[in-house]
């Protein structure tokens, strides 16, 4: 199994432990909406140390954070299949061409850590839950975040790729 292979299977394997973590425990679904927040991360510790995810590792355990934040704030019960340029993109009338959703998508690319790429997701996510109500598909998403830090160039690249994707299908029908 190639590395990219196993980062999104235990990607998968996260989203769905905590989607089922949110839908049983109130109080844990709780903790986790407060992962996106340095001052009380640490709340979502346990959640985290229990999928043997080595907190001491920023560019490891902030991924993972941010997208258990995002899973219990959007209450959702299954990963979704919308990456999150097309997300971006559904949050505006004009979709991709939406020079709103534009300058989203210019800001995100322009991350050059995981630490800023975390930052900038969160109010995205909030923004994608009012707008396009939609649900990502987290697994992908966290894989990608995991993959920023040895590989950002690819990472930006398949979202503005998802992001740009309904223009080409549109021209393509």
Not at 142 to 153: M, P, Q
């Amino acid at each position: 199994m190639s590395t990219e292979t196993s980062k999104i299977g235990k990607s998968e394997a996260f989203v769905k432990f905590t989607v089922e973590q949110c839908q049983k425990d109130k109080g844990i679904a709780a903790g986790l909406r407060r992962a996106d927040n340095p001052a009380t991360e640490y709340q979502c510790w346990e959640h985290l140390a229990a999928f043997y995810i080595d907190l001491e590792k920023d560019f490891e355990r902030l991924p993972y954070a941010t997208i258990a934040a995002a899973i219990a704030k959007a209450k959702v019960d299954h990963n979704g299949a919308i990456g999150i340029g097309r997300a971006i993109s559904l949050c505006y009338e004009d979709g991709n061409n939406s020079d709103q959703a534009k300058a989203r998508l210019r800001r995100l690319l322009a991350c050059e850590s995981v630490e800023e790429a975390c930052r900038i997701l969160r109010p995205l996510f909030s923004l994608i839950d009012s707008k396009a109500s939609v649900t990502l598909n987290y697994a992908q998403l966290l894989a990608d975040l995991l993959k920023f830090h040895w590989d950002n160039e690819r990472v930006k690249a398949r979202w503005a790729q998802d992001f740009y994707s309904r223009m080409v299908d549109k021209e393509a029908s």
